[in-house]
């Protein structure tokens, strides 16, 4: 579904409420699963990639009802669950097929798994290696590295895992599988990443210790079923809070949005270019802070992003790099080389789209270097099927002295499927 857009001379005013978080959804719908008792989430987000969790556990014998964005769960245990009478399809979810490679390969039976051709090309063996090394019987493309994947489940051993790469996905899968051991799974964390698993786990009984960059939990605990309010997605919010920077005459709120530190990078990256965002936390949901965050236009300056702050940012990297062609100088992008292992390589798609729109962009082999600040003109661009490149698209649109045109915007429905008509709703003639 093509889509041409204008946003010229418009700017981004009002207050906004996003859709709940993608990554604690996923999360909620897993340890509700696993949980004995009644499990409500609200505010649930009802994206592809969320409901690939859902279809994935009703496919093992979870009930879980829908009712718009609230989600109830029956759940009977992780004895409950049973094998699947046919493949469960994972679509485009990469939280979805990593983080239940770790489950499914200490539950004692066969399961087939398969994606769409874009998750059939993601690395799976940063996850399979360590499970491999907990007992995990897993086969698949390239011994695992790729689906469609087979397990035969159970019989796992707790182990000491050092990340390799800096990711919440692959941390998550390694916890959630000690879950099910017997004994204490360690997983040791050079950089901190997204934390919504730890912090989570508590509201449904378990506990998972963490000393320093060690984070253990103890197999065999017992979920017990629990109510869960999910914040606004801060990377759902991120599109609106960059676009509200240079889009002149901007002044924009976003209201009920997580503030989690793990996941703000983007504002302490704007704030580090001359962004003005007020960040205010207002109410604590679970273990999760949330608040509001006003935003409003401002002078940028180019800056260099590197190192710890990376991890933070990973999912926001295409829209920094955009707001950097509205940057006076040099931004320079480096150690994210974990974008080309995204829905699509988002190195080569952001230079790709950027330059297509006149931004002066180079790749570099582990990020970006933009030059601005560059008068942006529409042209046709491709979303290469990834959401947050068809969304970054869109708001370029704002500053284009002609139309934008985007070849595929229904990827967009994996992460935010009301973004056009929240993008409508805050969008202001100047």
Same mark, same amino acid.
């Given at each position: 579904?093509?889509?041409?857009?204008?946003?010229?001379?418009?700017? $981004?005013?009002?207050?906004?409420?996003? *859709?709940?978080?993608?990554?604690?959804?996923?999360?909620?719908?897993?340890?509700?699963?696993?949980?004995? @008792? %009644?499990?409500?989430?609200?505010? $649930? =987000?009802? @994206?592809?990639?969320?409901?690939?969790?859902?279809?994935?556990?009703?496919?093992?014998?979870?009930?879980?009802?829908?009712?718009?964005?609230?989600?109830?769960?029956?759940?009977?245990?992780?004895?409950?669950?049973?094998?699947?009478?046919?493949?469960?399809?994972?679509?485009?979810?990469?939280?979805?097929?990593?983080? =239940?490679?770790?489950?499914?390969?200490?539950?004692?039976?066969?399961?087939?798994?398969?994606? &769409?051709?874009?998750?059939?090309?993601?690395?799976?063996?940063?996850?399979?290696?360590?499970?491999?090394?907990?007992?995990?019987?897993?086969?698949?493309?390239?011994?695992?590295?790729?689906?469609?994947?087979?397990?035969?489940?159970?019989?796992?051993?707790?182990?000491?895992?050092?990340? *390799?790469?800096?990711?919440?996905?692959?941390?998550?899968?390694?916890?959630?599988?000690?879950?099910?051991?017997?004994?204490?799974?360690?997983?040791?964390?050079?950089?901190?990443?997204?934390?919504?698993?730890?912090?989570?786990?508590?509201?449904?009984?378990?506990?998972?210790?963490?000393?320093?960059?060690?984070?253990?939990?103890?197999?065999?605990?017992?979920?017990?079923?629990?109510?869960?309010?999910?914040?606004?997605?801060?990377?759902?919010?991120?599109? $609106?809070?960059?676009?509200?920077?240079?889009? *002149?005459? !901007?002044?924009?709120?976003?209201? &009920?949005?997580?503030?989690?530190?793990?996941?703000?990078?983007?504002?302490?990256?704007?704030?580090?270019?001359?962004?003005?965002?007020?960040?205010?936390?207002?109410?604590?949901?679970?273990?999760?802070?949330?608040?509001?965050?006003?935003?409003?236009?401002?002078?940028?300056?180019?800056?260099?992003?590197?190192?710890?702050?990376?991890?933070?940012?990973?999912?926001?990297?295409?829209?920094?790099?955009?707001?950097? %062609?509205?940057?006076?100088?040099?931004?320079?992008?480096?150690?994210?080389?974990?974008?080309?292992?995204?829905?699509?390589?988002?190195?080569?798609?952001?230079?790709?789209?950027? !330059?297509?729109?006149?931004?002066?962009?180079?790749?570099?082999?582990? @990020?970006?270097?933009?030059?601005?600040?560059?008068?942006?003109?529409?042209?046709?661009?491709?979303?290469?099927? &990834?959401?947050?490149?068809?969304?970054?698209?869109?708001?370029? !649109?704002?500053?284009?002295?002609?139309?934008?045109?985007?070849?595929?915007?229904?990827?967009?429905?994996?992460?935010? *499927?009301?973004?056009?008509?929240?993008?409508?709703?805050?969008?202001?003639?100047?």
């Amino acid at each position: 579904m093509s889509k041409e857009l204008h946003f010229f001379q418009q700017s $981004f005013n009002g207050t906004l409420t996003v *859709p709940g978080d993608k990554s604690m959804s996923h999360r909620a719908i897993i340890f509700g699963a696993l949980a004995e @008792g %009644t499990t409500t989430i609200e505010n $649930f =987000l009802i @994206g592809e990639d969320c409901l690939s969790t859902i279809k994935a556990f009703q496919k093992m014998g979870v009930e879980i009802i829908r009712t718009d964005t609230t989600i109830t769960i029956n759940g009977k245990g992780i004895k409950q669950l049973h094998e699947p009478l046919e493949p469960i399809d994972f679509g485009n979810s990469g939280t979805t097929a990593r983080l =239940l490679l770790g489950i499914l390969s200490g539950l004692p039976f066969h399961t087939v798994l398969v994606g &769409d051709p874009s998750l059939s090309k993601r690395p799976m063996d940063r996850v399979t290696i360590p499970l491999k090394q907990m007992g995990s019987k897993t086969d698949g493309r390239e011994e695992g590295k790729y689906l469609p994947m087979s397990i035969r489940g159970g019989h796992l051993k707790p182990i000491t895992y050092t990340l *390799p790469v800096n990711s919440a996905q692959v941390k998550s899968a390694i916890l959630l599988a000690g879950l099910l051991t017997e004994g204490e799974t360690t997983v040791v964390e050079p950089v901190q990443t997204r934390d919504h698993t730890e912090r989570m786990i508590g509201a449904f009984g378990a506990v998972i210790n963490k000393e320093g960059k060690n984070i253990s939990i103890s197999g065999k605990q017992k979920l017990s079923g629990a109510n869960v309010v999910i914040p606004g997605d801060i990377s759902s919010a991120a599109f $609106f809070i960059a676009g509200a920077t240079f889009v *002149p005459n !901007s002044k924009l709120t976003i209201q &009920d949005v997580g503030l989690n530190p793990t996941r703000t990078g983007l504002i302490d990256v704007l704030k580090q270019m001359g962004a003005s965002i007020i960040t205010t936390i207002t109410d604590q949901l679970g273990d999760e802070p949330v608040g509001t965050v006003e935003v409003e236009t401002s002078s940028l300056s180019g800056i260099h992003i590197s190192g710890s702050i990376i991890p933070r940012i990973i999912d926001e990297i295409p829209l920094i790099a955009l707001c950097a %062609t509205q940057a006076e100088g040099i931004t320079e992008i480096r150690d994210a080389k974990e974008l080309r292992f995204k829905e699509t390589d988002r190195i080569k798609a952001i230079v790709e789209v950027l !330059s297509k729109l006149g931004a002066n962009i180079t790749e570099l082999e582990d @990020g970006l270097m933009i030059k601005g600040k560059t008068n942006l003109v529409g042209n046709e661009v491709p979303s290469f099927g &990834d959401h947050r490149i068809g969304m970054m698209a869109a708001i370029a !649109s704002f500053i284009t002295s002609t139309p934008v045109s985007i070849d595929d915007t229904a990827c967009i429905n994996i992460s935010y *499927p009301t973004f056009f008509q929240d993008l409508n709703s805050v969008s202001k003639r100047q």
